[in-house]
C-alpha cells in the first residue's frame, strides 16, 4: 500500500492543481455559484466515504420537520435513474440511492429529492418547500448555501493525501467556507487533551464553531422499522453484513456483546447480489449455534429491499441497528441554537424581501 500511495503521488498533485484552480474559479466568480432566497443548510466532508454525513441529516431533519416545509436533496450516489427525482413510500435505492432511500423510510413526510445538478434540483424544490438541506454537497460549488456543516471523522481527522494516493477530495484549506465544523465518531471519553489535539489538526478559524459528537448505537429493529426485542449476548452468533465506508466501529460495537461475529464486508454503496445474499444463508443455516441473528446497518437495508433479492432475505431473521448521534461537552445546545438563529434570520430576510 506505501509503494502504490508513492506511486500515485504524482497524480495526486495534478489532482491537487485542477480541484485548487476550480475553487479559485468559483472564489473568483470565474465560476457561478448560485445562491437561493430560502436557507440551504449543507453538510459534508472532505475525505472520500462516511464521516457521519447520514446521521447529521437525519438530526437536522428530527430539528426542523415539525415547523418547516423540509426537503432534502442529494445527488442519488449509486442509483441506476438520471436527473430530478423525489422519492415514494415504494422507491428503492436503485432508483434513487440507499442514504436518499433511507430517508424517506424513516420520515415519510418529508420531501426527499435526488439531483445531479443542485441547482435545478433546488430550483424544483423552492416553489413548495421554506428549507432544503444538502447531504454531500460540499464540493458542489455551483450553489452557495447559506449554512455550511463540515464533518471529520474522529479516525482520520488528520489531514491525508489527495486523491488518488490518499483519501482526500480538496485540501484542508477548503475548510474556509463551513460555518461550523464537526469531529465525529468520536469515543465518549474524549478527554479534553485530545479534543485539543484534535483541534489542532482540524484548525478551526476564528469564525468556526467546532464540535465533538459520538455515534448512538439505538435498539435493534426489523426491517420494516419496528424495534425488536432481541438481546445479543456472549452466546449470540452475530452474522454482520455491511456495504459501508467503515464497519470497524460498528463492529467494535458489536464486540462488547458479543465475540462471536462473522463479518461479510463489502465496499461502500455496494449493491448485493443474489450470490452474495446466498452465501451469507447459506452459513448463516450452517451455523451450529443456538442463539443467532443477522445484523445489517440502516444504509445496507435499503438496497436489501430489492425486489430481485426478497426470495432469500424474507426467510433471514434480519435485523438492523440505527444509528444517532450524541454532542459531547453539553454542545447540542450551542448547535441547536446556531442553526435555528440561521434558518429564522434567512427566513425572516426573505419574508421581507
Known amino acids: 500500500m506505501k509503494y502504490l500511495r508513492l506511486l500515485l503521488f ?11 484552480l476550480r475553487n479559485w474559479c468559483y472564489d473568483t466568480g470565474f465560476f457561478k455559484s448560485y445562491a437561493f432566497k430560502l436557507p440551504i443548510i449543507s453538510v459534508g466532508n472532505l475525505e472520500v466515504g462516511g464521516a457521519g454525513k447520514s446521521p447529521m441529516t437525519e438530526y437536522l431533519i428530527r430539528l426542523f420537520k415539525n415547523d418547516h416545509q423540509l426537503a432534502t436533496l442529494s445527488r442519488g450516489y449509486g442509483r441506476k435513474t438520471k436527473g430530478y427525482l423525489t422519492a415514494t413510500a415504494t422507491t428503492t435505492a436503485t432508483t434513487i440511492g440507499d442514504e436518499p432511500a433511507q430517508f424517506k423510510h424513516k420520515f415519510p413526510d418529508i420531501t426527499v429529492a435526488v439531483c445531479e ?21 460540499y464540493q458542489h460549488r455551483a450553489v452557495k448555501p447559506g449554512f455550511s456543516i463540515l464533518l471529520f471523522d474522529y479516525n482520520s481527522a488528520k489531514p491525508h493525501l489527495l486523491l488518488p494516493a490518499g483519501n482526500m477530495r480538496e485540501p484542508l484549506s477548503g475548510r474556509w467556507r463551513a460555518d461550523v465544523l464537526m469531529v465525529s465518531k468520536c469515543p465518549v471519553t474524549l478527554t479534553a487533551d485530545e479534543q485539543n489535539k484534535l483541534a489542532a489538526q482540524v484548525k478551526p478559524l476564528n469564525y468556526q464553531q ?10 435493534l429493529q426489523d426491517m420494516a422499522g419496528n424495534n425488536s426485542n432481541q438481546v445479543i449476548d456472549d452466546e449470540t452468533a452475530v452474522f454482520l453484513l455491511t456495504g459501508i465506508a467503515n464497519a470497524e466501529p460498528l463492529v467494535n460495537h458489536l464486540k462488547k456483546y458479543t465475540p462471536h461475529i462473522i463479518h ?13 445474499i446466498s452465501k451469507l444463508a447459506d452459513e448463516f443455516l450452517a451455523c451450529p449455534a443456538q442463539k443467532k441473528l443477522i445484523i ?12 430481485e433479492l426478497q426470495p432469500l432475505v424474507n426467510p433471514l431473521p434480519v435485523l438492523v441497528i440505527p444509528i444517532g448521534l450524541i454532542f459531547l461537552n453539553n454542545g447540542q445546545q450551542q448547535f441547536d441554537q446556531s442553526v435555528i438563529n440561521y434558518v429564522r434570520e434567512h427566513s425572516k430576510h426573505n419574508a421581507i424581501h
Open 10 to 20: 504524482p497524480f495526486s498533485l495534478i489532482y491537487g492543481l485542477v480541484i485548487i
Open 117 to 137: 445538478k443542485r441547482v435545478e434540483g433546488i430550483k424544483q424544490l423552492a416553489p413548495a418547500h421554506n428549507l432544503i438541506l444538502m447531504d454531500d454537497a
Open 210 to 219: 467546532l464540535f465533538f459528537t459520538s455515534i448512538a448505537y439505538q435498539p
Open 264 to 276: 461479510h464486508n463489502y465496499p461502500d454503496h455496494h449493491r448485493f447480489t443474489l450470490k452474495n
Open 296 to 307: 445489517t446497518t440502516e444504509k445496507d437495508a435499503q438496497r436489501l429491499g430489492e425486489q
